[in-house]
């Protein structure tokens, strides 16, 4: 039901279609991507071509914006900036999101070729072979684009169509937010985890926190105006919390780590699983 046809009484539905689509997308095509690019034999997908994991990003550069159009179409109110912001920030989404679709393809390529993820591009031991070696330059700009420019121009828009369809499903505090249904609750867990590979392996932890924060000041400022979210907005809230705390518990476990802290010597500590992967079970 569409916010258009909806009657001012009714219970706003939990969109499982939505959410199953969108999760059931992520952790195939987005957390599976990797994994497809490292177990299927390269006779399959030579070097010199795109992968089973490029066409894996590809699906998903197309199936996750639609997912987020048809879910802020779903509003039960009118978003705060209007349709003209939402557009853009798909249509960066998806200019982010093929950004990383090259940089990581070549990233995974590399791996084959005894690239490893816990170091940096320069100290690498391949990296330190080339000839001339300006070609190193290029491939740190490779990954600029892979992990700087492509995740701020994918996440960032990204987040920003989530918050502003958090700000558009508060309806009023009269028992229309509805009860959590058992398929809520179970992808709210399956949501968490995957968000907590998202953030890890996407660097974007001060990103996410500060998603989560707005979110929380839009849910206490509708609080005062006897507002509340929806099932939906109550499923996003729950899930960001549960992504929150395993992050927490994932950093809490690797804080001593020596070798990863040379990685990660900045303010904000948060390893990449696939980091920790290369580093502690490729080898073995």
């Excluded at 299927?40 to 795109?50: A, D, F, G, R």
């Excluded at 066409?55 to 199936?63: K, L, R, T």
């Excluded at 499923?235 to 960001?240: A, E, N, P, R, V």
Aim: with cysteine; hydrophobic share 45%.
């Amino acid at each position: 039901m569409s916010a258009a046809t909806r009657k001012p009484d009714d219970v706003v539905p939990f969109h499982l279609d939505l959410w199953l689509t969108l999760t059931l997308e992520n952790w195939i095509l987005d957390f599976g991507r990797p994994i497809a690019m490292l177990w299927v034999p390269l006779e399959w997908s030579p070097l010199n071509m795109p992968s089973v994991g490029d066409y894996f990003h590809m699906a998903y550069n197309v199936i996750t914006p639609f997912c987020l159009l048809k879910l802020l179409e779903r509003c039960p109110r009118k978003l705060p900036l209007g349709s003209s912001v939402i557009y853009l920030a798909v249509i960066f989404f998806v200019m982010g999101a093929s950004l990383h679709l090259v940089g990581d393809s070549v990233n995974h390529r590399l791996i084959h070729s005894g690239y490893q993820n816990h170091l940096s591009v320069r100290d690498n031991p391949i990296m330190q072979k080339l000839q001339p070696e300006s070609l190193v330059d290029s491939f740190e700009l490779l990954y600029f684009y892979d992990e700087y420019l492509g995740h701020l121009m994918w996440y960032i828009p990204f987040f920003l169509c989530l918050v502003l369809y958090f700000g558009g499903c508060f309806v009023p505090d009269k028992g229309r937010g509805g009860r959590m249904p058992v398929s809520a609750w179970i992808l709210t867990v399956v949501s968490a985890v995957y968000n907590w590979y998202l953030v890890t392996e996407g660097q974007i932890f001060p990103l996410f926190l500060i998603s989560y924060a707005v979110m929380l000041l839009i849910f206490w400022h509708n609080k005062g105006n006897r507002e509340e979210p929806d099932v939906n907005g109550y499923f996003m809230l729950y899930s960001f919390g549960l992504t929150l705390l395993l992050v927490s518990t994932w950093v809490g476990y690797l804080w001593n780590d020596q070798a990863l802290r040379v990685r990660y010597p900045g303010l904000i500590y948060v390893p990449e699983p696939w980091t920790y992967y290369s580093l502690y079970k490729a080898g073995n």
